[in-house]
């Protein structure tokens, strides 16, 4: 039986987990981008190593893509992207946080809840890189090979997109023709 369970954060609740980053970024403003990576892969580990809710197990898989894209030089984020996301992930390389990893259960809430803000903040940079790695996955299995040893770049992903939208146009076109949709007035068909 599965229960449902709704967290309202109000604009006070709000500002502390604001407050809360803050600190966390503060904190963390002398390391070095592999070591705040490293830091959030250690909560990952944690979250292995005891059994979480759902709801944060959800929320750790996708602090895991932001790790990614922080780390993937082949979607190499511009800076001030990277520098973004590295700014969300200093949350989870504090370990002093809002609630101590170790509590059992509750230890990872503020995390997912902190994730959860951290999504809603990074949303277009969490799409495209999704896109990106769906993409690169694609390449990689047409082509028989482990996607982390295929080196393709957003420069190549780019350009697969702008020919799939240049393709996309051309069927809609003949199909408008063909279905008797639209028919040419100026130009023939093609």
């Keep these: 039986m599965a229960l449902e369970i709704?967290?309202?954060?109000?604009?006070?609740?709000?500002?502390?987990?604001?407050?809360?980053?803050?600190?966390?970024?503060?904190?963390?403003?002398?390391?070095s981008a592999a070591e705040v990576t490293n830091s959030a892969r250690r909560l990952l580990a944690g979250?292995?190593?005891?059994?979480?809710p759902d709801f944060i197990a959800e929320r750790l898989e996708r602090l895991n893509t932001m790790?990614?894209?922080a780390e993937d030089e082949g979607f190499a984020l511009p800076d001030e992207d990277r520098n973004r996301v590295?700014?969300?992930?200093t949350y989870f390389a504090d370990?002093?946080?809002?609630?101590?990893?170790?509590v059992p259960v509750l230890g990872f809430l503020d995390d997912?809840?902190?994730?959860?803000?951290?999504?809603?903040?990074?949303?277009?940079e969490l799409e495209a890189y999704e896109d990106f790695s769906d993409w690169r996955n694609a390449e990689a299995a047409a082509r028989?090979?482990?996607?982390?040893?295929?080196?393709?770049?957003?420069v190549e992903w780019a350009e697969a997109r702008r020919v799939?939208?240049?393709?996309?146009?051309?069927?809609?076109?003949?199909?408008?023709?063909?279905?008797?949709e639209w028919q040419p007035v100026l130009f023939g068909v093609s």
């Design 6 to 31: 709704n967290i309202n954060l109000s604009d006070e609740d709000l500002a502390h987990f604001i407050a809360s980053m803050h600190q966390a970024q503060e904190k963390a403003k002398n390391l």
């Design 47 to 52: 979250g292995d190593q005891v059994k979480v």
């Design 67 to 69: 790790i990614e894209m």
């Design 86 to 89: 590295l700014g969300a992930l």
């Design 95 to 102: 370990p002093s946080d809002i609630i101590a990893d170790s």
């Design 112 to 124: 997912a809840i902190m994730i959860e803000l951290c999504q809603r903040e990074l949303v277009y």
């Design 144 to 154: 028989g090979v482990d996607p982390k040893a295929l080196k393709l770049e957003r």
């Design 164 to 180: 799939e939208a240049i393709e996309l146009m051309h069927r809609r076109r003949r199909s408008a023709y063909t279905n008797g």
